[in-house]
């Protein structure tokens, strides 16, 4: 979807607005290959998944418990689940950080979440899914008598970022998740529980995030001077002269944890930044400020 709109026109005032929408669906109707993760970063483990009906992008791995309800998909634990069995409802329970663990082991350092077991008994389950739901661009340029002003919002809604960055660190107790200053005692974990998470750097649904994020992608301020200005200061052998500044990449909005959502797996060989948002070490979009100077003749 394209749509541009001019909003003003007279001799002093000139504006116009852009818009620019994509969204997509895609699925693998045929795959004779047998199912595969696709590799995205040297010994880190893929979330990606290719296969017969499943849509290029989606994540698959393992999930953790947040719902008691969902103990019993399995169904090894629904068939010890009665009165004082090993899976009885009342000896489980949530805390604090959502997920759902043994009543008698919180707060202990034998508390650890719960891994999800699909009716099929598999624990590799579909995670997340990298495609949003639709991408906007605004793009609006105003021409004020000899100023100009020009901006670029870029805005993806829904889909979901592998945080691979921030999976590394869990082996080695280095994440944000390990410091417990400022937590009341009782909401306090032991290092080992964080650890599960980590996986052995397998597919976690602990690291998939929301992939939404609004940006400011450029901010352009130009002022131009013409030929009788210029002649107060000796240059009225130009024809113009065009000072400004322009922004890139100067605002980021998101509830992403990592340092930048527009994010890819481009790093690692795939070169496919719309299906494989995965962050697995790779520098920021830079936010960069420069200078413009043009002279006209």
């Known amino acids: ?35 595969r993760d696709r590799a995205v970063a040297g010994n880190l483990g893929s979330p990606f998944r290719v296969g017969p009906g499943q849509s290029l992008g989606v994540m698959y791995g393992r999930r953790w418990v947040r719902n008691i309800n969902d103990l019993y998909d399995d169904p090894v634990k629904k068939a010890q689940s009665g009165a004082g069995q090993a899976w009885d409802p009342a000896k489980y329970g949530g805390h604090e950080g959502g997920y759902v663990v043994l009543a008698s082991a919180r707060g202990t350092v034998n508390e650890r979440p719960i891994g999800y077991v699909a009716p099929d008994g598999s624990t590799i389950v579909q995670i997340g899914d990298a495609n949003p739901d639709f991408n906007m661009s605004f793009n609006s340029t105003v021409n004020f008598k000899r100023f100009t002003v020009n901006a670029l919002i870029d805005w993806t809604q829904g889909g979901n970022i592998y945080n691979g960055t921030r999976q590394w660190p869990f ?53 131009t001077f013409l030929r009788d200005q210029l002649s107060t200061f000796g240059l009225g052998w130009l024809e113009n002269l065009r000072v400004g500044l322009v922004g890139r990449n100067l605002f980021t909005f998101t509830n992403y944890s990592g340092f930048d959502p527009e994010i890819s797996a481009t790093d690692f060989g795939e070169g496919d930044p719309f299906q494989l948002r995965y962050d697995g070490f790779s520098y920021p979009h830079f936010r960069q400020l420069s200078g413009v100077v043009e002279i006209a003749f």
């Open 171 to 223: 082996f080695e107790l280095r994440d944000r998740a390990y410091d417990q200053a400022g937590k009341p005692v009782e909401a306090r974990k032991a290092a080992d529980y964080y650890a599960a998470f980590y996986n052995n750097a397998d597919a976690t649904d602990f690291f998939v995030e929301p992939g939404t994020y609004v940006k400011v992608k450029e901010l352009s301020v130009n002022y």
């Open 1 to 35: 979807l394209a749509l541009g709109v001019v909003v003003a026109n007279s001799r002093d005032l000139y504006w116009r607005v852009n818009v620019a929408a994509d969204r997509t669906r895609q699925k693998i109707t045929e795959y004779p290959l047998p199912i």
